[in-house]
């Protein structure tokens, strides 16, 4: 099976090696797909993704943050079957968008968001009816901007708050201690993609610690 990794915001393909190693150490091909999040051109992310593909088994989609809004604009353009990607795997991912962008916006300072406001980060209702299994993990450290912005009235993990990671529709959901960015860091998280890819469900319900 082959394991495709898309970044978040202001990030680079690069930050997304260690938790591709981690992947292949238990036994996924896997590749990283590295994207400009301030001028993001979809057709050239999308094919990106559909070259990285393997022809003659599954595929697995993970996406941090940002990249997890783009995994549903990609399936929701070019929908692909269960048979070649099976499963796909949010990691902090606003999957009805993020308040904090809002904020962001409304402050002034929307240029620093660049277009991806237009891929999902803008608040919006949706539901999860792509044929493939939707596992999203949430954090719950409180480390980052948000707190500073916007306080600490709802459970987040520093940019994204535990309830935007949550879609109806989805497969599975679990929370973790970990921060917006510490998680894909984690020898947790990629145990978790791998149990759920091989079972459909992660391993732990109750919130763990990373």
Do not use: C
Request: hydrophobic fraction near 40%; aromatic fraction near 6%; proline fraction near 5%.
């Amino acid at each position: 099976m082959k394991v495709i990794i898309l970044h978040g915001l202001y990030m680079h393909g690069m930050v997304m090696q260690p938790l591709s190693q981690k992947l292949q150490k238990l036994g996924y091909d896997s590749a990283v797909i590295s994207y400009n999040t301030l001028s993001i051109n979809e057709e050239t992310v999308f094919n990106q993704i559909d070259h990285a593909l393997a022809p003659n088994t599954p595929n697995i989609l993970v996406g941090h943050s940002l990249g997890g809004l783009m995994i549903k604009h990609y399936l929701a353009a070019r929908p692909n079957n269960s048979n070649r990607i099976s499963h796909v795997v949010a990691i902090g991912s606003p999957l009805r968008g993020a308040s904090i962008a809002m904020k962001i916006q409304d402050m002034g300072f929307g240029a620093l968001l660049g277009n991806s406001p237009h891929y999902g980060l803008d608040e919006h209702d949706d539901v999860w009816l792509f044929p493939q299994k939707l596992g999203s993990i949430a954090g719950t450290t409180p480390v980052g901007l948000r707190p500073l912005l916007m306080g600490n009235g709802h459970m987040s993990d520093g940019t994204v708050t535990v309830e935007e990671t949550k879609i109806k529709g989805m497969t599975d959901h679990i929370e973790i201690r970990g921060s917006h960015t510490a998680m894909i860091y984690t020898n947790y998280v990629p145990n978790q993609i791998d149990h759920f890819i091989r079972f459909g469900l992660f391993k732990h319900r109750q919130t763990t610690t990373v």
